[in-house]
């Protein structure tokens, strides 16, 4: 058992009763109840505010929400702004070129048949058999082809490919994009490139286009293509950005037309039938090309034909009603390493005059080339003291020129070179 310590209570009464009358005491007794009594008249008064706003939230939320409904905020819509440039530049694009792009519709009068019983042996007695036959009652016009082109003009010039429009005995309209029909002309055909005109027969005032600069463009920027897709969704918008440059593709397409395409942009925007001959645009609305082609057998390439060779062809028919092209009258391969070993030549680049592979002639009878002496075996290594390579072909530079300019050739024959000068004819 332990022994608990005596305990003096009257002087511990006497400790505590001094502690209770000290100042100190006084002084915190009285702060602990003040901030008591704050914090509980804050907590009412923080309540009170709170259920107000609760009950107020409430009435509210009972005044506009119904069961099974939905509220309609009766506020007019405003218009939406993109908050990405890109977007926003897509909008801009399409709303400012919409109005100029228009569909081509190909009508032709067809013959209209109908079936009838006839007796092929006439009125033979005993011969009264009666055959079925399709009988020719007349013609009527039908559609059989659409495309796509765009207003180059305010008086009506309309630009789109030549396979559209080729076909000479078959009548066109355009369908602008507000739903107006107008019958229009066929002005004329590029002999070189896959480009044509028509005029709208009106004497109204259309939304031109605007034309951009095609040299200028680069691979990977934005592309817009806009069309007649499949000759049944008029103005189909598709987006894409430039895939490459100065292509060179072979394109065929119906009724036996076929063609080589130099220096042709390649783009993924989608391109489909129909769209032919409708604008390549960049982001700031102008248009860079004209869509011409797609690859089969293939997702996502397109191709165009650049704005700037098509601005020659406008300028052309304003001033001419005519599209020409200048006209050499040489067939030719031409020369790189490879080319250069199997022919055994002296120089890497040029532009060999050469048989055709069914034995087609080098030069053609009467031509600029053969007045000017050019001849089978020589090779043209420069036109217009420009070199010709394979990117930059003789095709290519002789397009830059009109009929009956005089152009000096430098030309390589039998290891010599030699001058000659040319003037150009004009191609049929």
Known sequence: MYDLPKVNFKKQKEKILAIINSNFFKVTFFAVIIIVAFAFVTGKVSWYLLQNQANEFLNRAKNELKLGEFVVDEKPAEKYVSRVDYEQAIIDTVKSASPSVVSIVISKNLPVYEQQLINPFGDVPGFDFQI??????????????AGSGFIVSEDGLVLTNKHVVLDKS??????????????????????????????????????????????????????????????????????????????????????????????????????????????????????????V???????????????????????????????????????????DDKVKKDYELSVDYGALIIKGDNGEIAITKDSSAEKAGIKEGDIILEFGKEKVTKENSLSKIISRYSPEDSVEVKVMRNGSEISLTVILGERN
């Open 132 to 145: 079925p036959q399709y009988v020719q009652r007349g013609t009527e016009l039908k559609q059989v082809g």
């Open 170 to 291: 078959a009548e066109y309209t355009v369908l602008t994009n507000d739903g107006k029909k107008y019958s229009a002309k066929v002005l004329a055909l590029d002999p070189v490139q896959d480009l044509a005109i028509l005029k709208i027969n009106s004497i109204e005032k259309f939304p031109a286009i605007k034309l951009g600069d095609s040299n200028s463009i680069e691979i990977g920027q934005g592309a817009i293509a806009i069309g007649n897709s499949l000759g049944e969704f008029r103005n189909t918008v598709s987006v894409g950005i430039i895939s490459g440059l100065g292509r060179t593709v072979f394109a065929s397409g119906s009724a036996g037309f076929s063609e080589t395409l130099e220096d042709i942009i390649q783009t993924d925007a989608a391109i489909n039938p129909g769209n032919s001959g409708g604008p390549l645009l960049n982001l700031k609305g102008e248009v860079i090309g004209v869509n």
């Open 293 to 335: 082609a797609m690859a089969q057998g293939a997702q996502s390439i397109g191709f165009a034909i650049p704005i700037n060779i098509a601005k020659r062809d406008i300028n052309q028919v304003v001033l001419t009603n005519k599209i020409t092209y200048p006209f050499l009258g040489v067939r030719y391969l031409l020369v």
